[in-house]
């Protein structure tokens, strides 16, 4: 399937970023998905199908029910990328405490 939108575009939306924590810990269909929410069922639908197209789920069909489930893969494609923002931010931040230590000896 060709991917039309982009990942953070995609994880941009709270209900998206709901719908991934949700499934976070197990697979499940569409209908169970939808119940966790006060918004119609085709808009749900079309969460899943953006996350979907930008491969941050899978699809298993198992009869005639659909189970969604994350795509570690593309998850982990974007831990990958938000890594060196977080070393930065980690450096910044112990950089300011080593800052506060030395200000509050000199006290």
Same mark, same amino acid.
């Given at each position: 399937m060709k991917t039309r939108?982009?990942?953070f575009q995609a994880i941009a939306d709270p209900t998206?970023?709901?719908?991934?924590?949700?499934?976070?810990?197990q697979a499940m269909t569409a209908g169970a998905i939808?119940?966790?929410f006060d918004t119609a069922r085709p808009t749900v639908s079309k969460h899943?199908?953006?996350l979907t197209e930008c491969e941050l789920l899978k699809q298993?069909?198992?009869g005639r029910e659909v189970h969604y489930q994350l795509n570690p893969d593309k998850m982990k494609a974007v831990d990958d990328f938000l890594a060196p923002f977080r070393k930065m931010w980690?450096?910044?931040?112990? =950089?300011l405490?080593?800052?506060m230590k030395s200000? =509050?000896? =000199?006290k």
């Open positions: 939108r982009d990942v998206r970023r709901a719908i991934l924590l949700l499934l976070a810990s939808a119940s966790n899943l199908q953006i298993e069909q198992n980690d450096d910044r931040f112990n =950089k405490e080593s800052l200000y =509050k000896n =000199k």
